[in-house]
């Protein structure tokens, strides 16, 4: 009875034995082929790869692969029409349309525009007495991308119409500073409305050769641009002069002037490609300086990982 | 001779009488009917005048209104392409690929991501080991306004498709933390690659009821959406154990389930319509202030020109 008792007891004993043993093995195993000693300088100090853009295409190569790739030919492509990018931008527009504190502050920056420094001395201050965003809505009627006269860039064409209504009024006093101070004043009522507006805008992407900086050009073509405006002035106290006409066309010149000189290609509004930082384009500089002392790490860690092995 | 003399300097003295005379009553004329006396109180105080926005369509309308206005009918009109859009998308990306800066960026703020105050206490800081935008560009298939079910907003329906190698690779050390800590590391590296992306984005507009602000809300339709990732993951130091199938399967439901809370219907985006003045939301109480004080001033100013009158 206590032969079969100790005989069991060093069954266990051995059964025991054998199972640390064999867990210490499979321990040692697993932690020499699968586990590493936790390296202390990793995880005092972060590594970040820094990574290089490989240029593989200049920018006309890369306009050329961009098509390529999409399957688009500026040659053969038809214009689109884009009906559904019409009811997205109305949305946009009644949006504004309806937001007093948006009109507001259109009225309060024109208002400090007019009556800025650039006022001539021979008016009085200019109020504005009217001031409407329209009704109606432009109408975007077709969309294709073309390359641009004797240029390798693409420029995306969007013939677009606008009937509207777009009206500003105001109302001043030419002032006669003659014999004395104010001595007299003449009072001028305009209203200037922007009533038909058709053409093409033309969207570019410019990259600058030298910086990363590369930005949106946006202009209005000239060969099919329509733009009419109506201009009614009123001029005198007790007696009123209705739209003399003399006036009416200098003043409609001089704002297609301002319009042409503003927007119509060759010139062009220039918008900076957004960089969803606004601290990216400071950033870059600092990045450069870091992206060199990071590689140097780099490499005298490989140097110390030699070492070791 | 002196007779004639005479005569012809009283005809000189009327002549010229006579014109002075009748100069000072077409001056007086002009004056009277034309000009004004200078009112200085408009030359010392700007008046503006304020608008109020009627707002004549409720949103309901509005959307009806829009839809009139732009002869869109949702239930007829066929989804549109849209490849030039294909080709201004193409542009920007490559532009953000092509920058440096822009990509050690991302890194950045992924790196402090991964490595911030999320991080559990077993795992030793993550190194980002690959990253890649792809190679291919995004395909917008078809763009349409549907109404959203239930309900009378409008939203853009844009099908798109895109293909490509959006690669995120990371390696880190999973610590071993008994009987001691730091007692041994399992290294993991990890890649996960996006393959294969399409579906519908909706562009919503959704105007909210009391305040003026609206915003524009960008989901993913979960009908159509095919979303296809690869993994591949590697464990071990000497020995390595290449892309467990559980893990794999793991990473991928976890990816997936973020996404789908991220942005798939009814889960969106919100982005706030852009208001052009970053200060024009400050503005919005202050000017509604403002606005009552020159309404006041408005009417104090009439009550004085009735007087004057």
């Known amino acids: 009875m206590s032969d079969l008792w100790s005989t069991s007891k060093e069954f266990i004993k051995g059964f025991i034995a054998g199972q640390i043993i064999l867990i210490c093995f499979m321990f040692f195993l697993i932690k020499f082929f699968l586990f590493q000693n936790p390296s202390k300088n990793v995880s005092t100090k972060r590594r970040r790869k820094i990574f290089e853009v490989t240029k593989t295409h200049s920018p006309q190569n890369q306009a050329l692969n961009i098509l390529s790739k999409i399957r688009y030919d500026p040659n053969s492509t038809g214009a689109e029409t884009c009906e559904w990018l019409n009811v997205l931008i109305a949305q946009a527009i009644a949006k504004y349309r309806n937001d007093s504190g948006f009109l507001n502050r259109i009225i309060r920056v ?52 606008f009937h509207d209504q777009i009206t500003l009024g105001i109302e001043t006093q030419v002032l006669v500073n003659w014999p004395k101070i104010m001595m007299a004043a003449l009072p001028v009522a305009l209203s200037v409305t922007l009533t038909k507006f058709s053409g093409t805008i033309s969207i570019e992407f410019i990259n600058s050769k030298d910086s990363p900086a590369s930005f949106i050009s946006i202009s209005i073509l000239e060969e099919d641009l329509n733009l009419e405006f109506d201009c009614k002035s009123m001029l005198g106290n007790r007696t009123k002069v209705k739209d003399l006409p003399k006036l009416t066309q200098l003043i409609i010149n001089r704002l297609r002037k301002s319009f042409f000189e503003l927007i119509v290609f060759p010139n062009s509004k220039k918008f900076n490609v957004p ?9 870059f500089l600092e990045l450069n300086l870091e992206q060199e002392d990071e590689l140097e790490n780099l490499i005298d860690e490989n140097l110390e990982n030699k070492k070791l092995l």
């Open 110 to 161: 024109l208002d400090e525009e007019i009556n800025g420094s650039k006022k001539p001395n021979f008016l009085s201050p200019i109020t504005i007495t009217e001031f409407s965003l329209g009704e109606d809505f432009p109408m975007l009627k077709s969309s294709c991308i073309r390359f641009v006269e004797n240029s390798i860039n693409l420029r995306a064409e969007i013939r677009f119409e």
């Open 275 to 283: 960089s969803f930082w606004p601290d990216a384009e400071e950033n």
